[in-house]
């Protein structure tokens, strides 16, 4: 009995050893690792005696106190797997909700062409995110430079109560063809956005305040809002900015979560060949 004891710990030990993060997951690795007993052996269950599990428990925190790197690889590889499926539900989403982040009901396009434009950036920001702000300059190159490329901006306010009426602004102010204007006014302003501070830039951006007025109470505002909103739930999205570059035809979506030029520019780049 002591010789089968001591193949069945070895067995397990291996299975954990390979699989586990931490000594809490090593017992499943334990059980779903046992060899197959005989009837002749004895009804002994699905699960280890107290004394192997016991035994187990103390070769393998013996092992993992001696080499602590098998819990950094292990925990650095869950980390990325954890990392890839959700770039890849962030795409499937993206995908899935093209035809509504292109939507400029529920949002606004600018571009040096955009009714000749192949690429679509679809960019999802809050006036609060510092990283943004730090965009901007970039976006607004893009809607510039390049009649092959438009910028679809999506208001995504998470980040303060205060966001929200900036974002409400914008967007009623597209009417008047001051979305632009308020954009990167808002984009430029350090500091919180108060009602009093995105009423006071809409001035002197000359919005007319009375107008204004009127169309914040569109009902359409929340949709867009809501419509975002719902969208990056579907892609997981808990930060800004978060950008993505789709060739107009579907052939080619890629998500870009935070500020990276690079690789923005290098998916603009695949987009505009089709991936």
């Known amino acids: 009995m002591r010789q089968r004891v001591s193949l069945n ?8 050893l390979l699989g586990a993060v931490g000594l809490g997951a090593t017992i499943a690795a ?10 002749a052996e004895g009804p002994r269950g699905d699960v280890f005696s107290e004394a192997e599990e016991a035994e187990i428990r103390a070769i393998v925190r013996a092992y993992l106190l001696e080499n602590p790197e098998v819990l950094i690889d292990s925990l650095n590889a869950y980390s990325e797997r954890q990392r890839a499926d959700a770039e890849a539900r962030a795409e499937e989403a993206a995908k899935a909700n093209l035809a509504a982040l292109l939507n400029e009901r529920h949002g606004y396009a600018a571009g040096a062409a955009p009714e000749k434009a192949k690429v679509a950036v679809i960019e999802l920001f809050d006036y ?30 998470i980040l303060r109560e205060e966001s929200e009426y900036a974002a409400r602004v914008a967007l009623a102010a597209r009417a008047q ?40 109470k569109d009902p359409a505002l929340d949709q867009a809002l809501a419509e975002t909103d719902r969208i990056a739930r579907d892609m997981l999205v808990d930060g800004t900015p978060t950008f993505i570059v789709a060739a107009l035809d579907g052939s080619y979506v890629e998500v870009i979560p935070g500020l990276r030029e690079d690789a923005l520019r290098e998916a603009i780049k695949k987009a505009k060949k089709g991936g």
């Open 9 to 16: 710990v070895k067995i397990a030990v291996g299975a954990a």
């Open 128 to 157: 609060h995110c510092s990283f943004c702000k730090r965009a901007a300059g970039m976006v607004r190159e893009l809607t510039r430079n390049d009649p092959a490329v438009k910028v679809v901006f999506r208001d995504l306010p």
């Open 177 to 216: 063809g001051k979305f632009e204007d308020l954009h990167f006014a808002f984009m430029a302003a350090s500091g919180v956005l108060t009602r009093e501070r995105v009423d006071a830039i809409a001035r002197e951006a000359g919005v007319d305040m009375t107008a204004l007025e009127t169309a914040l």
């Open 30 to 39: 334990f059980s779903n690792a046992q060899p197959d007993r005989s009837a």
